[in-house]
Every structure is written in structure tokens, then in C-alpha cells.
């Protein structure tokens, strides 16, 4: 099946599942994530800000800042189709930007190397379980991940996770994935 399509058919059930499971199966993840060693020993974890039907993240990123994480969300250069992580410590540095994003304001926020963040949240629509996602389509995750060498983890529901996504040269798999019933360890697929 083709990127497009399962994306489709994908965002399809995401839209169609009721808010309280909703809720509850992101609580889920939640909890199965803080008690990853490697969310414990990062420092700063890079994660987007989700929008629904993603697997909510607002509540985990205050999660991290109470477990005194630091928090590195990323600005979209659409021009590029680059990323660039800045630091927040508070919602009130984002602002909504193109597609209704929430993005970092870069002026009141601090730069954040992709050597300095120790586990990347990956964002996704569809996952295979070697790792292999098709996300929403710009490419941005795909570019930054090419120069990122920390670990990388994504947050998905069961629906998410399908056993084949067509996979291109430049596709680089995620090494965990999350569910609200299942840890999910990619290199051993």
C-alpha cells in the first residue's frame, strides 16, 4: 500500500477514536515512557507538540519539567524543510504558527543542539515494528534524524502500528515504539 494511503486510512481511525480513550490510552503511554532508563538519564528530551488524534504529549511534557527534565520542542523552517530545537519551560513561549502548529518563539527561547538532546520523541501516523514510519508528509523528521545520534522513541496507540509501511532509502527507523499495550523494541524485529 502506498505512504499516502495508509496515512489516510490511518488518520481515518485516529479521528474516529473517542476523546476519553483517547485520553486514557495517551495516559498509558504516559506512564510507560517515564520509566524508560534512557527518558531517566536524558537530560533534555526533544518532543513535538501533538495535536489531536496524535498521542497527547502536553501532558507528558509537564511530566518531564515536574521530573526537572528540560524540554526541547522544534521550530519548522518550511523554506529548508529543516528543524531547529529550542528549549521551553513554559507554554506560554509557543506560539501557533502555519497548519495551527505550536511552535517555540526562537527570541524568548534558547537553542537546542541535537547533540545536547538525549532522547528524540519521534512523531508518526503509521509505524512498522523493525521501526519504519510514515509521518505527515514534509520530510522534516526524516532530515533531522539523519544528523541525530541519540536514541529515538515513538509514541503511537495499537492502531498505529501496522506490519508493513513502504520504506525508502533515506528512511531511518525509530529504536522504540510505545504503545498504550506494548513496548515495542525495534532492532529486534
Request: charged residues 25%; hydrophobic residues 40%; neutral net charge.
Amino acid at each position: 500500500m502506498e505512504k499516502s494511503t495508509l496515512r489516510k486510512i490511518t488518520l481515518q481511525v485516529l479521528n474516529n477514536l473517542d476523546l476519553l480513550e483517547h485520553q486514557q490510552n495517551s495516559h498509558k503511554i504516559h506512564k510507560k515512557i517515564l520509566v524508560e532508563e534512557s527518558i531517566k538519564k536524558a537530560q533534555v528530551i526533544g518532543i513535538t507538540l501533538s495535536s489531536f488524534p496524535e498521542v497527547d504529549t502536553w501532558g507528558l511534557i509537564e511530566e518531564l519539567w515536574k521530573r526537572g527534565k528540560r524540554v526541547a520542542v522544534p521550530k519548522c523552517e518550511p523554506l529548508t524543510r529543516g528543524m531547529t530545537f529550542y528549549e521551553i519551560e513554559s507554554f506560554d513561549q509557543l506560539e501557533v504558527v502555519y497548519m495551527k502548529l505550536n511552535e517555540p518563539i526562537p527570541n524568548i527561547t534558547k537553542k537546542v543542539e541535537a547533540s545536547q538532546i538525549g532522547v528524540l520523541i519521534v512523531p508518526g501516523v503509521v509505524f512498522n515494528k523493525k521501526g519504519y514510519r510514515i509521518g505527515f508528509g514534509g520530510g522534516y523528521y526524516d532530515r533531522f534524524l539523519s544528523g541525530y545520534d541519540g536514541t529515538t522513541i515513538a509514541l503511537a496507540f495499537n492502531s498505529q502500528v501496522v506490519e508493513e509501511v513502504p520504506v525508502e532509502r533515506y528512511d531511518l527507523p525509530v529504536e522504540y515504539i510505545l504503545t498504550e499495550a506494548t513496548r515495542i523494541e525495534c532492532s529486534k524485529m
